[in-house]
């Protein structure tokens, strides 16, 4: 399979910690691939690399076949190559529902016209849209709510529905399922399935292995900002390196 992304040989260093040393990893079209590791494995450092929030002391990054490295934040938020949730933050003071249509509106912009986007008239133009958006993340109820009056969960749905709107090439979900209850969990999980498996690639940095091994296609192991291994969830949970290094330390594994 082609791929979206490649990291090369990527080394990251804080003065004498190397918080990332020669990593390579590869997310492929229409796949989605896990980075998993105990804490302070390097997850958040290379998540920042992808972002260009930090510049690797060595390697590439190469999105869409293309070397980035020079590509400020702004450049690289624009092909996708941000934190889900920095892309997606809402707008306080206005309703679930017109947060939307916001979504709808910068999806679509400058495709449609300006006329289409005065809002009597962008109602109207997504109304069915608009509607099958809150039925799938479960809003509907919510939906004249504003978003500091929603729960965690209504939270967390409102955001990956905003950035599925979006159309992206690739999304990068940095713990999407942090802080939330198990069952709020599993719901967000199936809505992940539904709305994107097998469409945009995924790079999904999760605590929660219940999860991982749902929906991952490859997982990446990092331990102490190196790969131990990089394999499809069977070979992950039967490697026997894996589980001394990391996994039998899981509670929830
Ligand atoms: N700005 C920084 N300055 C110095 N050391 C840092 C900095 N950021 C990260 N580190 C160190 O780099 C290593 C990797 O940290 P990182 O936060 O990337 O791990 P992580 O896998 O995301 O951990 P967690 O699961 O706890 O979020 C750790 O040893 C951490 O202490």
Do not use: C
């Amino acid at each position: 399979m082609s791929h979206i992304l490649k990291l090369e040989d990527i080394s990251v260093s804080f003065g004498g910690i190397h918080a990332l040393q020669g990593v390579n990893l590869q997310l492929d079209h229409g796949s989605i691939h896990a980075l998993i590791g105990p804490n302070g494995a390097g997850k958040t450092t290379l998540v920042s690399v992808l972002s260009g929030e930090l510049r690797p002391n060595g390697g590439v990054v190469h999105f869409d076949g293309r070397n980035v490295n020079g590509l400020s934040t702004h450049e690289r938020a624009r092909l996708g190559l941000t934190r889900t949730y920095q892309i997606t933050a809402l707008f306080q003071h206005i309703a679930v529902w017109e947060n939307i249509l916001l979504s709808l509106k910068a999806r679509d912009t400058p495709k449609v016209s300006v006329m289409q986007l005065l809002r009597a008239h962008a109602e109207r133009h997504y109304a069915g849209e608009l509607a099958e958006v809150l039925k799938d993340f479960g809003l509907e109820e919510k939906a004249g709510a504003l978003p500091s009056a929603l729960s965690h969960g209504d939270r967390r749905r409102l955001e990956l529905a905003m950035a599925i709107i979006s159309n992206p090439s690739i999304l990068l979900l940095d713990e999407p399922l942090a802080g939330l209850s198990t069952s709020d969990a599993a719901e967000l999980v199936a809505l992940i399935r539904k709305r994107l498996k097998g469409d945009v690639p995924i790079l999904l940095i999760e605590h929660d292995m219940d999860a991982v091994f749902d929906l991952a296609d490859e997982i990446t192991v990092l331990v102490d900002g190196r790969v131990l291994m990089t394999g499809t969830p069977e070979e992950v949970r039967n490697s026997a390196e894996v589980q001394a290094a990391y996994l039998s330390e899981e509670d929830d594994f």
